[in-house]
């Protein structure tokens, strides 16, 4: 079975500050897709960015970015000019690109809770 | 559009009762599935759905029912709710391809004492 894995339970960083959130994940497939979800304050679990195994090229969305190395199963979140809005929980996720029964399912890491300070 | 919603916000129940989170989609997705999310634990899923008639359990389905009779509904039945069930349930769907994202409800978070 697949797992996720963030190794960074909390982060903080300066407002305008870049910072990275870290995502290492288990998996004996070739094609996947991985995702990046916040989660505020507010509960509500909102899509950051996402990514293709078999595309080379990183995401991005906006002052988000990711640096996916496929060989090392990494999957790093990069926010550049953080925001104080910015200041979430942080989950990384991975989902097969199998059709077989039961490969639908979205597997989470537990989490990296960012701050940003002003 | 409404998106995914999921009734009721907040429960307090008591250790031994019953009761049904309800999830409601109106955006015609195929997957629909229930996770729970825990202090330290990240979203684990309990129970999902590829389509109508078509449910499967997850990591941590024990204590939990679902059934999916139409497209659009998704509930979660707590059988005989236990302390350990004291947690945060959200609701979430898709469309079968598997770039798609999930969309998730608002949660539900539950007291169990």
């Known amino acids: 079975a697949q797992t996720v894995t963030q190794s960074q339970p909390e982060m903080s960083v300066q407002e305008a500050e870049t910072v990275t959130l870290s995502c290492t994940y288990d998996t004996s497939e070739s094609d996947y897709y991985l995702f990046w979800y916040k989660q505020p304050p507010s509960r509500q679990m909102i899509l950051v960015i996402r990514q293709e195994a078999y595309k080379q090229q990183n995401a991005t969305e906006n002052r988000f970015s990711v640096n996916f190395q496929k060989a090392a199963k990494s999957f790093s979140l990069k926010i550049s000019d953080s925001q104080l809005g910015d200041a979430a929980m942080y989950f990384c996720a991975y989902r097969s690109s199998l059709t077989q029964g039961g490969s639908e399912k979205l597997v989470f890491g537990k989490g990296t809770k960012l701050t940003v300070n002003p | 559009n409404a998106g995914v919603t999921q009734t009721p916000k907040f429960q307090v129940l008591k250790t031994g009762q019953s009761m049904t989170l309800q999830c409601a989609q109106d955006m015609n997705h195929e997957y629909m599935s229930w996770y729970r999310q825990d202090p330290g634990m990240g979203l684990r899923l309990i129970h999902y759905s590829v389509g109508a008639g078509i449910t499967d359990q997850g990591e941590v389905p024990n204590g939990y029912n679902v059934s999916r009779s139409t497209t659009e509904d998704f509930p979660l039945r707590l059988l005989s709710a236990a302390p350990s069930q004291t947690s945060v349930y959200f609701c979430?769907?898709?469309?079968?391809?598997?770039?798609?994202?999930?969309?998730f409800g608002n949660g539900t978070r539950l007291t169990v004492t």
């Open positions: 979430a769907s898709s469309y079968s391809s598997r770039t798609s994202p999930l969309h």
